[in-house]
């Protein structure tokens, strides 16, 4: 198993690089990342399971070991180092109209549009994660996160836009016309 766990090593070495240098966009930290992951890779062999996806593992340690390098780089400071004035910036008058106008906004929302918005921008989730945790498509859950920011870009800039009813509220589906409406629009 160690020559065959090596030789996949040595053959995935390249795109290793490449990824490395695509996250660090710097060629001498790319090799060290590098150097990071195959050492993080070699002392933890064992754990790898024969069969499995070497260079997905191998990719993850990789991203891992380059996420654990950002976080020891970042700049810490004392609390009681700084400044009071630091904790908190007064927002001018204006900027207090603004934030007020977006909240009465947010709230005019659909609930579902409203919901993905959150998640989306204020969890930070994927579309995905909002798809899964709203039971709906993930097509479904980019349209409500777009057609909420675009509606809230239209009430912001002054445009009284209408908002498309939400799916709960619809009574036919997207695309057909429930047996009335069909009747209606035939002349029936």
């Known amino acids: 198993m160690p020559n065959e766990f090596h030789g996949q090593l040595v053959n995935l070495l390249p795109r290793l690089r490449v990824q490395a240098l695509a996250l660090t966009r710097n060629r001498a930290a790319a090799e060290d990342l590098v150097q990071d992951a195959v050492a993080n890779a070699l002392a933890a062999q064992d754990s790898f399971t024969p069969g499995t996806n070497f260079a ?16 020891k780089q970042r700049e810490t400071t ?10 908190a910036v007064s927002a001018t008058h204006e ?3 603004v934030l007020k106008e977006l909240g009465r906004a947010v709230t005019r929302l659909p609930a579902d549009q ?14 995905e994660d909002v798809a899964a945790a709203t039971g709906c498509a993930v097509g479904t859950a980019k349209s409500r996160v777009f057609r909420a920011r675009r509606q809230l870009q ?8 209408a908002v498309a009813k ?11 016309l429930a047996s009335t409406d069909r009747d209606a629009a035939f002349g029936a």
């Open 114 to 127: 409203r919901e993905a918005l959150f998640m989306v921008v204020l969890q930070g989730m994927s579309y």
């Open 56 to 71: 997905a593992w191998m990719h993850r340690i990789l991203r891992n070991r380059f996420i654990s390098t950002l976080r």
């Open 95 to 97: 900027d207090r109209l």
């Open 166 to 176: 939400p799916a709960e509220e619809r009574t036919a589906p997207r695309g057909r």
């Open 78 to 87: 004392d609390i009681e180092d700084l400044p009071a004035g630091a904790f």
């Open 154 to 161: 239209a009430w912001l800039m002054g445009e009284d836009r």
